[in-house]
C-alpha cells in the first residue's frame, strides 16, 4: 500500500497531501461559488418616515419615484422596493396609488423586480395587504413582532398568517424581513408547514433604533441559523441609518444580496445627505466591484430569486 505523504507541520496540524489538495479545492470551489454569484441589489426609494424636510431628494410623489426607480435601475438595482405617500408626504397603503407606482416601474424598467411595502407604519390591520391583488413580483412581509424607535411594530399571528395567504393568492413572493432572530425561526416554520412558499427569501434588518443593532457576530449567526434552518433559501442584508454601509459590505463579502436606497439612509457620510436614491446603488455597486461579485442583471434577479 503506497504511503501518504505528510506534511512536515505540527503533529496535530497534519494532514496528507491528498487531504490537504481536496480541502483547497473546497475552499477555492466555495468562494469562486459565492464570489462569482450575481449580487441583488434591491433600491428602498422612499420608506414612509423620512421627509423632504429631512433631504429633500426624497422621492414622494408617483412622478418623482418613477424617475428614481429608473435611475436606480440603470445603475444595477433590480428590485424596488415601494412605499407610497401622500400628497403631504405621510405614508399610505392605498393600493390606487401603489398601482399608478407599479405601472410606471412597469413601463420605464421593463424586467425590474417590483416590491410593494405591507409594512405597519403605512397602514393598519389588513389595510396594509389592500394592494396585494395588484400581483405585485414581490411584497415584504414582516412575521413578528419587535420595538421600533418610538413605538412597537404590530405584526400579530393572525395578521401575518393572512398577509402570506394572500401572498400565496396573488402569486406575490415575500421578502421576510428579520428585525430579530426569532422572525427567521418563524419564516422557516411557517415555509415547513405551508403557509409560505418556498424558497424563502429572507432580508435581515439591523441598526433599526429599539430592534437589532448592527453587529457583525449576530448577523453571522443570522446566515447560519437561516443556511441550518432552510437551506435553500436566499438572503439580503439592510442596514439603517449609518449601518448602511456596513451592513452593504458584510452582505456583499458574504455571497448574499444587498438593500439600499434613501428610505433606510438619508446620508453619504456623517457631514453629506446623500444626493440621490443612485448615488446610494452607485456604492453597493462599487463594494461589488470591490469583492468581485458581478451585479446582478434583472433576468438573473428573477432566476435567483424564482419569479417569472
Ligand atoms: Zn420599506
Redesign the pocket.
Known amino acids: 500500500m503506497q504511503r501518504v505523504a505528510k506534511v512536515k507541520v505540527k503533529a496535530k496540524y497534519r494532514v496528507g497531501i491528498g487531504e490537504g489538495l481536496v480541502r483547497l479545492y473546497y475552499f477555492r470551489l466555495l468562494y469562486s461559488l459565492t464570489m462569482n454569484k450575481p449580487c441583488i441589489i434591491c433600491i ?1 426609494i422612499t ?2 418616515v423620512a421627509r423632504k424636510e429631512n433631504n429633500p431628494v426624497i422621492p414622494t410623489t408617483i412622478q418623482e419615484q418613477i424617475e428614481s426607480v429608473h435611475e436606480s435601475f440603470e445603475a444595477g438595482a433590480t428590485i424596488s ?1 415601494c ?1 407610497v405617500r401622500n400628497e403631504d408626504q405621510t405614508p399610505t397603503s392605498d393600493p390606487e396609488r401603489f398601482a399608478l407606482l407599479k405601472q410606471g416601474i412597469e413601463k420605464h424598467c421593463p424586467g425590474m423586480i417590483i416590491q410593494l ?1 405591507t ?1 405597519g407604519r403605512s397602514g393598519a390591520g389588513r389595510e396594509r395587504g389592500g394592494m396585494l391583488s395588484l400581483r405585485p413580483d414581490m411584497a ?1 412581509l414582516s412575521v413578528g413582532s419587535n420595538n421600533f424607535p418610538t413605538r412597537v411594530y404590530e405584526n400579530p399571528p393572525d395578521l401575518v398568517d393572512w398577509l402570506a395567504e394572500e401572498m400565496l393568492k396573488y402569486h406575490v413572493k415575500p421578502e421576510i424581513e428579520a428585525f430579530d432572530l426569532s422572525h427567521i425561526v418563524q419564516a422557516a416554520k411557517m415555509a415547513d408547514d405551508g403557509r409560505l412558499k418556498k424558497p424563502l427569501y429572507v432580508q435581515f434588518v439591523m441598526g433599526v433604533k429599539n430592534a437589532m443593532p448592527a453587529d457583525k457576530p449576530i448577523f453571522d449567526f443570522y446566515i447560519e441559523t437561516l443556511k441550518r434552518l432552510a437551506p435553500d433559501a436566499e438572503w439580503c442584508g439592510a442596514g439603517v441609518g449609518s449601518n448602511q454601509l456596513a451592513v452593504n459590505e458584510w452582505s456583499i463579502a458574504a455571497g448574499g444580496h444587498t438593500r439600499t436606497g434613501l ?1 433606510d439612509n438619508i446620508r453619504l457620510d456623517k457631514n453629506n445627505l446623500a444626493p440621490s436614491n443612485t448615488a446610494l446603488v452607485k456604492r453597493a455597486v462599487d463594494i461589488c466591484e470591490k469583492y468581485g461579485r458581478p451585479v446582478a442583471s434583472w433576468q438573473q434577479a428573477r432566476e435567483i430569486l424564482n419569479i417569472k
Open positions: 428602498a420608506g414612509s422596493h412605499h411595502s409594512g415584504s428610505e
